[in-house]
């Protein structure tokens, strides 16, 4: 008796740590009699062009896995509704989750550490490496200062023939900027932008305006129209409409041209739009949803610059795309020019932010920074951290 009582002990003992062993093997969250469940929460819908460009991906999942996965999508979330949604996510057992926007960063952690059993992954935070570090709450994001210096060297090329054909002359070589918020994301960008016309116009300066918000269409546009009056030549943004591309295509008599992010323009202002560039975020996500598939740390997956659990990428892994330039305005020589800067990112040939520039702290005036002894963007976290705005050069309107 004593004997069978031992065996139905070790027995039931090793049937215990079989199925415990086998519970930490497999991906927390996973419903393994179904497809993995994959949740979005957008704080836009496809009309927002940061956010359609963000929803092309959840084609590339379909396309690459099938049946394999089934997607969720909440759209329009208003900020103190953000973890209501991710919440419910939760509940219809998404074992990944993707957040698309820098406001909904904290609350997303927040969520994240209540439910370690799920992977959460937002775009554009800049916080999964302050403490507490959770192994299921990742960042991630291009390094778009790549797109924006490129870009920027097309509005130098068209800066270039316009003052040849004297239709301007080098001191209206002045490029207009409508930017969201006054954050080094933004910041970041329009530098770039401005250093890569500087490369072709070495004395082209920018005017700046900010919106204070990310996707109004008539704001966006009103402040273009105030810097096509103040003189921009060329105007680019990064917002979340087509309010800028709309203001430079009614301007067109005024030989006024545009610069997009998220999307091509041509569509929307098919005789100014120069160019357009975007993040591409398809390689994250895509390898993010393959790593839990295969039950996989998302960073040994995704193939870009890592930084413990947060992941950008340029030009030289996808994450940065150059759109469609327009035959009909683009200057001569425009795709050679940028095929060739391309190649030359590529390499790491090219330090952006470099050259005889001061660098002012738009927060605190007496930071200052020199670029003459340049500066890496994305060296440590795939969030922009370049928050310096160029004296001399670069002018902020109100």
């Known amino acids: 008796m004593n004997r069978n009582i031992l065996i139905t002990l070790i027995t039931s003992f090793c049937f215990l740590l079989i199925f415990t062993l086998t519970r930490n093997f497999v991906t927390p969250g996973i419903d393994q009699a179904g497809p993995l469940k994959i949740g979005f929460a957008y704080d836009g819908d496809e009309s927002i062009p940061y956010t359609n460009n963000f929803m092309r991906v959840q084609n590339t999942l379909r396309e690459q896995f099938g049946d394999k996965i089934e997607i969720i999508v909440r759209s329009n979330i208003p900020v103190d509704q953000v973890d209501e949604v991710l919440e419910e996510l939760v509940n219809l057992k998404c074992s990944i989750i993707f957040t698309s ?132 030549v060329i105007i680019s943004q990064h917002s979340d409409t087509t309010g800028t591309a709309v203001a430079c295509e009614k301007n067109f008599n005024r030989n006024v041209f545009h610069i997009g992010c998220n999307q091509s323009m041509l569509s929307i202002a098919p005789m100014t739009s120069l160019i357009s560039t975007r993040i591409n975020w398809s390689p994250y996500v895509t390898g993010a949803v393959k790593a839990v598939l295969e039950k996989k740390k998302i960073e040994s997956v995704v193939k870009g610059h890592v930084h413990g659990t947060d992941i950008s990428g340029g030009l030289d892994s996808g994450w940065v795309q150059i759109l469609e330039i327009n035959p009909i305005s683009a200057a001569e020589g425009t795709v050679e020019a940028i095929n060739e800067a391309v190649q030359s990112l590529k390499k790491g040939n090219v330090n952006v932010f470099k050259g005889d520039y001061i660098g002012v702290n738009p927060f605190d005036e007496e930071d200052t920074y020199s670029l003459k002894k340049g500066f890496k963007e994305n060296a440590d976290l795939s969030y922009p951290a370049f928050c310096y705005v160029l004296k001399d050069v670069i002018t902020i309107e109100e």
């Open 101 to 232: 926007s820098y406001s909904q960063a904290i609350i997303t952690k927040e969520i994240a550490q209540k439910y370690p059993e799920v992977q959460f992954c937002q775009a554009c935070g800049d916080n999964a490496l302050e403490e507490p570090v959770l192994k299921n709450y990742h960042t991630f994001m291009g390094e778009i200062y790549q797109g924006r210096y490129i870009s920027g060297i097309a509005a130098g090329l068209k800066l270039k023939e316009l003052i040849e054909k004297k239709i301007i002359t080098e001191d209206e070589a002045v490029l207009g900027y409508v930017g969201a918020y006054p954050y080094s994301e933004i910041i970041s960008g329009y530098t770039a932008f401005l250093l890569g016309a500087r490369s072709i116009v070495p004395g082209a300066t920018m005017k700046v305006m900010y919106t204070y918000t990310w996707g109004s269409f008539s704001e966006e546009k009103k402040c273009a129209e105030h810097l096509i009056d103040e003189g921009c």
